[in-house]
């Protein structure tokens, strides 16, 4: 599996970043758009049958952060080491996070 990432990512010409669970989780309790942007994107990133129903023109709408969490949310199945107890509960620590929200 090693080597099938690390070509994919010659491949690419990039390294999967490494998702910042703790600043990710900070931004979606923060709320407004962003968070709800995060929060869909890695719910949809993570649980494969979700749809990301934004368009992403909203990219502009992040600042650095966000647009870098967003970026990391796009590698989180590329990983290395990516365990999906650990994907479960983030997923659950967003949804009690959002539940008022949608």
Request: net charge negative; hydrophobic share 40%; aromatic share 8%.
């Amino acid at each position: 599996m090693s080597d099938i990432l690390a070509r994919q990512a010659k491949e690419r010409g990039l390294e999967p970043m490494i998702l910042e669970a703790d600043l990710l989780l900070k931004r979606i309790a923060d709320g407004g758009h962003s968070g709800q942007f995060l929060a869909d994107a890695f719910i949809s990133a993570y649980c494969t049958d979700q749809p990301f129903n934004h368009s992403l023109s909203e990219l502009i709408r992040l600042d650095a952060e966000g647009f870098r969490l967003f970026h990391e949310i796009l590698h989180i199945r590329h990983v290395s080491g990516w365990r999906d107890e650990t994907y479960y509960e983030i997923e659950q620590k967003i949804k009690e996070a959002t539940k008022n929200d949608k």
